[in-house]
């Protein structure tokens, strides 16, 4: 589904990505961890296109079409998401009008018809429900006044009604107390089916006990420097990086 | 800001065609022939010749004031013409089957309901195509329910005792340089009177079209609502495209005596000017209301057009109890600038104001909000809530707030509000990463921004609001 060949990207003249590999197959999860200023986080704007992020080498393909050469709209109507460390406010832009839209794009692409606002209304209070946010955050604006926690579950909220094909989760459980880390978890295993597949960004371990993955990297230097199963996780949080980057050198 | 921000804002302007209408046009320039020349055409009686005269001298000993955060290059008044008139009109129409057909295209390509039966929706209009009123729809209606809305030259005639009493009322002839010269030579405008105790059975509205090269507009419109009635009041303005500048400079009069409410909208999408800041309308307007006891004015506007825009539509609250009010959007692009406010005047005791306005800046243009609030020592338990936000669009644009707040009454109380902020590239990025184009999350952006005051507007203009805003933001996000 997603092949990644040798990728290589700066920003701000810094290189971040120094010839990553990742091949994810369809339905595969997989879990990216590494320490601070790895490039975790960029790897996911590289993917998703955003600007200040500037690709210098290498490829990445999704189901075959090259998401480099798409703009950053089209790689989330083709199914690719983002599910940010940290979610920006949209102050006066209710909730629903901006999901409304949202999905009214993504569809569109994909060839069907949009909601009309009665059966939209009615997933997106099913979907509030699913990832336990109260229905009257659908009449708020983006974000606007939300805890962290709720801010974490508005994005699972809008990848619930998006249906992406690969959710790139980047630290959703940052930051989060383990109730809501359920919630995020159960929202993920919910969603986890043949055609979709998940790349979790983390620092630790813990959302890995939720979300069991099929596949354990390691970024670190701007490169997968080990990949591994369940266990590789597990070994991390026993020993840390250091024998890694010791191991690789 | 980034690149994502800087590239698209180059949108033609809608409604910028050209009518090709054989007119009668004065030559540029201004003095006492030219007044006299005015007021004869209208057949207007002494005392309005004379009034026009006094206001034209008062100007004289005026200056243009300087203090608005906007520059432009001197205006030269003796090039401007002070009259024009579709020639056709010179025997004016009596219905609508006799308006001349190319100016019925033009308002049909404006959009504007003029056809009675296509005002369906409540509106009656009247339009003032350059210097004269063309076509009042639904007049007769009105005057069946006892509302007189008409161009005001057939109000002077028709109802000089109203006329007489209440112009320059509100707006003393030489309240300042662009009231004085309105004053001199205003050429028509509109006039509405609602009877006592009723309720206007619609809305009413205007809109105002510049056409001819030169010719600066100089409209009048005089509202009077009487005892306990109420009135809706629209009013929408465009021009064609020019590349020289046009000037424009109407005066607004509202009174509203006891108990009575007005409400006063305006979507003015004047020609701004093209990119570089070449031609676009100057807008000079002095509006203003005056309160009587327990009445309310309500003061909302959509500003999008003009290069330059110098407007404060403002409430003297004379009458104990009386409320103000003043919801604003403006909107500056390209090299647009803006200066814009209010003023509340709190005589009366228990008087109350709101103020809410948006200013959003984009392109390389400024945009300021410029209000007084003011208290005088009669104003025992008034009170005023101000609230200015500023959104800015990219990094070269710029937004300032000017509050005047003078209180001589130690029970009043005073509440100021502001904020300033970005349409950042984290807002922008996220939308784009839910499947959203940028043009339209801009627009999304800044509808949510204007949210407070486009639910002010009359539902139909709400809607009409919000396009002009997207039209007007094209280029602002590449």
């Given at each position: 589904?997603?092949?990644?060949?040798?990728?290589?990207?700066?920003?701000?003249?810094?290189?971040?990505?120094?010839?990553?590999?990742?091949?994810?197959?369809?339905?595969?999860?997989?879990?990216?961890?590494?320490?601070?200023?790895?490039?975790?986080?960029?790897?996911?704007?590289?993917?998703?296109?955003?600007?200040?992020?500037?690709?210098?080498?290498?490829?990445?393909?999704?189901?075959?079409?090259?998401?480099?050469?798409?703009?950053?709209?089209?790689?989330?109507?083709?199914?690719?998401?983002?599910?940010?460390?940290?979610?920006?406010?949209?102050p006066?832009?209710?909730?629903?009008?901006?999901?409304?839209?949202?999905?009214?794009?993504?569809?569109?692409?994909?060839?069907?018809?949009?909601?009309?606002a009665?059966?939209?209304?009615?997933?997106?209070?099913?979907?509030?429900?699913?990832?336990?946010?109260?229905?009257?955050?659908?009449?708020?604006?983006?974000n606007?006044?939300?805890?962290?926690?709720?801010?974490?579950?508005?994005?699972?909220?809008?990848?619930?009604?998006?249906?992406?094909?690969?959710?790139?989760?980047?630290?959703?459980?940052?930051?989060?107390?383990?109730?809501?880390?359920?919630?995020?978890?159960?929202?993920?295993?919910?969603?986890?089916?043949?055609?979709?597949?998940?790349?979790?960004?983390?620092?630790?371990?813990?959302?890995?006990?939720?979300?069991?993955?099929?596949?354990?990297?390691?970024?670190?230097?701007?490169?997968i420097?080990?990949?591994?199963?369940?266990?590789?996780?597990?070994?991390?949080?026993?020993?840390?990086?250091?024998?890694?980057?010791?191991?690789?050198? | 800001?980034?690149?994502?921000?800087?590239?698209?804002?180059?949108?033609?302007?809608?409604?910028?065609?050209?009518?090709?209408?054989?007119?009668?046009?004065?030559?540029p320039?201004?003095?006492?022939?030219?007044?006299?020349?005015?007021?004869?055409?209208?057949?207007?009686?002494?005392?309005?010749?004379?009034?026009?005269?006094?206001?034209y001298?008062?100007?004289?000993?005026?200056?243009?004031?300087?203090?608005?955060?906007?520059?432009?290059?001197?205006?030269?008044?003796?090039?401007?013409?002070?009259?024009?008139?579709?020639?056709?009109?010179?025997?004016?129409?009596?219905?609508?089957a006799?308006?001349?057909?190319?100016?019925?295209?033009?308002?049909?390509?404006?959009?504007?309901?003029?056809?009675?039966?296509?005002?369906?929706?409540?509106?009656?209009?009247?339009?003032?195509?350059?210097?004269?009123?063309?076509?009042?729809?639904?007049?007769?209606?009105?005057?069946?329910?006892?509302?007189?809305?008409?161009?005001?030259?057939?109000?002077?005639?028709?109802?000089?005792?109203?006329?007489?009493?209440?112009?320059?009322?509100?707006?003393?002839?030489?309240?300042?340089?662009?009231?004085?010269?309105?004053?001199?030579?205003f050429?028509?405008g509109?006039?509405?009177y609602?009877?006592?105790?009723?309720?206007?059975?619609?809305?009413?509205?205007?809109?105002?079209r510049?056409?001819?090269?030169?010719?600066?507009?100089?409209?009048?419109?005089?509202?009077?609502?009487?005892?306990?009635?109420?009135?809706?009041?629209?009013?929408?303005?465009?021009?064609?495209?020019?590349?020289?500048?046009?000037?424009?400079?109407?005066?607004?009069?509202?009174?509203?005596?006891?108990?009575?409410?007005?409400?006063?909208?305006?979507?003015?999408?004047?020609?701004?000017?093209?990119?570089?800041?070449?031609?676009?309308?100057?807008?000079?307007?002095?509006?203003?209301?005056?309160?009587?006891?327990?009445?309310?004015?309500?003061?909302?506007q959509?500003?999008?057009?003009?290069?330059?825009?110098?407007?404060?539509?403002?409430?003297?609250?004379?009458?104990?109890?009386?409320?103000?009010?003043?919801?604003?959007?403006?909107?500056t692009?390209?090299?647009?600038?803006?200066?814009?406010?209010?003023?509340?005047?709190?005589?009366?005791?228990?008087?109350?104001?709101?103020?809410?306005?948006?200013?959003?800046?984009?392109g390389?243009?400024?945009?300021?909000y410029?209000?007084?609030?003011?208290?005088?020592?009669?104003?025992?338990?008034?009170?005023?809530?101000?609230?200015?936000?500023?959104?800015?669009i990219?990094?070269?644009?710029?937004?300032?707030?000017?509050?005047?707040?003078?209180?001589?009454?130690?029970?009043?109380?005073?509440?100021?509000?502001?904020?300033?902020s970005?349409?950042?590239?984290?807002?922008?990025?996220?939308?784009?990463?839910?499947?959203?184009?940028?043009?339209?999350a801009?627009?999304?952006?800044?509808?949510?921004?204007?949210k407070?005051?486009?639910?002010?507007?009359?539902?139909e203009?709400?809607?009409?609001?919000?396009?002009?805003?997207?039209?007007?933001?094209?280029?602002?996000v590449?």
């Amino acid at each position: 589904m997603l092949s990644i060949k040798n990728l290589q990207a700066r920003v701000d003249d810094q290189a971040i990505l120094k010839g990553l590999d990742l091949e994810v197959g369809p339905g595969e999860v997989h879990a990216i961890m590494g320490p601070n200023g790895s490039g975790k986080s960029t790897l996911g704007y590289v993917l998703s296109g955003r600007s200040g992020y500037d690709v210098t080498g290498g490829s990445a393909t999704l189901d075959g079409r090259d998401l480099l050469a798409m703009g950053a709209e089209e790689r989330a109507r083709e199914g690719l998401f983002l599910a940010f460390q940290y979610p920006v406010e949209i102050p006066g832009v209710s909730n629903m009008e901006f999901l409304k839209a949202s999905v009214d794009a993504v569809r569109e692409h994909r060839g069907l018809a949009a909601y009309d606002a009665v059966s939209f209304m009615k997933r997106a209070r099913e979907s509030c429900k699913a990832v336990n946010l109260p229905q009257e955050f659908l009449k708020r604006g983006v974000n606007e006044g939300f805890s962290g926690g709720e801010k974490k579950r508005n994005e699972l909220l809008q990848m619930m009604l998006l249906e992406p094909r690969l959710a790139i989760l980047d630290e959703t459980d940052s930051g989060l107390d383990i109730d809501a880390l359920q919630v995020v978890a159960d929202g993920v295993n919910a969603m986890r089916s043949r055609e979709r597949s998940f790349i979790l960004v983390t620092h630790y371990q813990r959302l890995l006990d939720y979300v069991v993955p099929d596949f354990v990297h390691v970024l670190a230097g701007g490169r997968i420097v080990k990949s591994g199963d369940r266990r590789l996780a597990l070994e991390l949080e026993e020993k840390g990086y250091g024998w890694i980057a010791g191991e690789v050198a | 800001m980034s690149d994502q921000i800087n590239a698209y804002l180059d949108h033609e302007y809608a409604a910028g065609f050209v009518t090709d209408i054989d007119a009668e046009t004065l030559p540029p320039g201004l003095n006492e022939d030219v007044i006299r020349f005015i007021s004869a055409k209208k057949d207007e009686p002494d005392w309005l010749l004379e009034w026009r005269l006094e206001a034209y001298r008062g100007w004289m000993t005026l200056r243009e004031p300087q203090w608005a955060h906007v520059q432009h290059p001197p205006i030269d008044f003796n090039q401007v013409s002070y009259y024009s008139s579709p020639r056709s009109l010179d025997d004016r129409p009596k219905s609508l089957a006799e308006v001349d057909p190319e100016l019925l295209r033009t308002y049909e390509k404006l959009g504007i309901p003029l056809h009675e039966q296509e005002a369906l929706a409540g509106v009656a209009v009247d339009v003032v195509f350059d210097s004269v009123s063309v076509a009042t729809t639904f007049k007769e209606k009105l005057k069946e329910a006892g509302v007189l809305f008409c161009p005001i030259s057939e109000a002077v005639h028709a109802y000089p005792e109203l006329v007489r009493k209440y112009l320059g009322s509100v707006v003393p002839r030489r309240d300042n340089f662009y009231a004085a010269l309105n004053s001199a030579v205003f050429s028509d405008g509109s006039f509405v009177y609602i009877p006592k105790g009723l309720r206007c059975p619609m809305e009413l509205s205007t809109y105002f079209r510049i056409n001819e090269a030169s010719t600066g507009q100089f409209e009048r419109t005089l509202i009077i609502a009487d005892e306990g009635s109420y009135v809706s009041y629209l009013e929408g303005c465009t021009a064609p495209m020019r590349d020289n500048n046009q000037l424009h400079a109407a005066v607004v009069e509202l009174v509203a005596l006891n108990d009575a409410q007005i409400k006063y909208s305006t979507v003015q999408n004047w020609y701004p000017g093209d990119k570089n800041g070449q031609g676009g309308i100057y807008n000079f307007v002095t509006k203003r209301g005056v309160c009587h006891r327990n009445s309310k004015i309500s003061w909302t506007q959509v500003e999008t057009g003009s290069a330059i825009t110098w407007k404060y539509p403002s409430v003297v609250l004379r009458g104990d109890n009386s409320v103000g009010e003043f919801y604003s959007v403006a909107l500056t692009n390209n090299l647009q600038q803006a200066d814009t406010g209010t003023k509340m005047i709190h005589l009366g005791r228990n008087t109350r104001s709101t103020i809410i306005s948006k200013g959003i800046s984009a392109g390389r243009s400024q945009n300021a909000y410029r209000g007084l609030v003011r208290m005088n020592p009669g104003a025992e338990g008034a009170r005023n809530y101000t609230q200015c936000d500023s959104l800015l669009i990219g990094d070269r644009c710029g937004a300032h707030t000017f509050p005047y707040i003078e209180s001589k009454n130690a029970s009043a109380v005073i509440e100021h509000e502001a904020t300033t902020s970005k349409v950042s590239d984290d807002q922008l990025f996220l939308c784009q990463q839910r499947g959203i184009d940028p043009e339209k999350a801009v627009s999304m952006i800044v509808n949510g921004f204007c949210k407070e005051v486009f639910k002010e507007l009359p539902m139909e203009f709400a809607v009409e609001a919000g396009k002009l805003l997207e039209v007007s933001l094209e280029g602002a996000v590449g």
